[in-house]
Each structure stands twice: as structure tokens, then as C-alpha cells.
């Protein structure tokens, strides 16, 4: 009987190899090597499972996106009313505890300087946010007091100001290890209410 191939978990690791050299060194300076070295592997490997270290970006990001999505679906679950579900979103991306991943921060930080300037990186990372986008903004409108509905407009703006407030959020974390942990998803969360109740 034959083995059962291990390629998907090969790959895996190679991913987190990669976000682990990226988180120290970020995405120019982590070599295959590095790469390699990260996830206990050979660097033969990499090149075996990876043809370039852009494909095991693309990767990264496809992993690190589902892991917030799982993150919010877990959150989520526990939600009974529209603002809990809006504030579970902001809890997934911001909040510490059980789920959150610093590496995956820093990771997420540097894939966004990195779709400035390459093309394959720009293209999915607009994917992501436009996904991120859509769904605050039904969560959004959902939310919003029954006296003043929220614009398609509206909401749409302030969808783009969470994932600005997220992605900056998360450039602080990064790079000021000695900011306030805990100030994020807070101060976020009560922005929003005020601007979903005028």
C-alpha cells in the first residue's frame, strides 16, 4: 500500500518558514535559506514544493486571510445581535487572546509594503480587502439604528476606515513593541458605534 503523500504539509511548513523569516527579517532578506531553516527543513525542499519565493508569499497570504476568517467565524458564533457580529469582526483582527498571532502580524504588515510593488502581491491583496470591505459593509448596514439607515455610500466609507484603522493598528503593533496592547479594538469599536448611531 502506498504512503500517503505529505506535499499539502510540506507546504504548510515552507509557508510558516516563511512568515517566521519574514517576521525577522521581512520579505527581501528571507532567503530560501532562511526559509528553509525556519521550517526545519532542507532547502532542496522549498524548491521542490515552491518555484519561486513569491509563490510561497501568495500562499502566506491566502493562509494568513483564511485564519482571520476562521478567527471571525469562531467570534462570530457567539454573537446574537448585528452590532455584536460588527464588533466580533473588529475583535477577530484586533483583539489579543486565543487566536491572535503576533507573526502574523508583522507578516500581514510587510505583505502590504510588499503589494506597493509587486504586481501578484497587489492583485490578491485588493481581493482580500475588497472581501473585507464587502463584508463590514453589510455588517455595517445591519447594525446601523432603525431610525438612520447608513448609505450604501456611508457605509462603504466606513468600511474602508476600519480596515485602515486594522491595518494601521497593526503597523503600530510591528513596529512600537511598547504601544498599548489593548487600545485597538476598543477605541475602534466605540468609533464605529458612535458613527453607526448618528
Given amino acids: 500500500m502506498a504512503r500517503p503523500s505529505n506535499t499539502e504539509h510540506r507546504r504548510q511548513e515552507i509557508v510558516l518558514g516563511l512568515m517566521a523569516a519574514m517576521a525577522e527579517k521581512g520579505y527581501e532578506k528571507a532567503s530560501i535559506q532562511s526559509i528553509a531553516k525556519a521550517a526545519g527543513l532542507s532547502p532542496g525542499l522549498i524548491h521542490y514544493h515552491f518555484k519561486t519565493k513569491l509563490e510561497i508569499l501568495i500562499a502566506l497570504m491566502t493562509e494568513l486571510s483564511s485564519k482571520a476568517d476562521d478567527r471571525y467565524e469562531l467570534l462570530v458564533a457567539k454573537a446574537d445581535t448585528a452590532e455584536d457580529k460588527l464588533m466580533a469582526y473588529i475583535d477577530a483582527a484586533l483583539a489579543l487572546g486565543e487566536g491572535s498571532d503576533q507573526q502574523a502580524v508583522a507578516a500581514w504588515v510587510i505583505i502590504g509594503a510588499e503589494a506597493v510593488r509587486l504586481e501578484d502581491v497587489r492583485s490578491l491583496y485588493q481581493e482580500v480587502i475588497a472581501k473585507h470591505s464587502d ?45 498599548s496592547k489593548d487600545y485597538a479594538a476598543r477605541i475602534l469599536k466605540e468609533a464605529v458605534l458612535n458613527a453607526i448611531a448618528d
Fill in 135 to 179: 463584508t463590514l459593509v453589510a455588517l455595517l448596514t445591519q447594525a446601523a439604528s432603525s431610525e438612520k439607515k447608513l448609505s450604501k455610500k456611508k457605509a462603504k466609507e466606513l468600511a474602508t476606515f476600519i480596515i485602515a484603522s486594522i491595518e494601521g493598528a497593526y503597523q503600530i503593533a510591528t513596529t512600537i513593541p511598547d504601544a
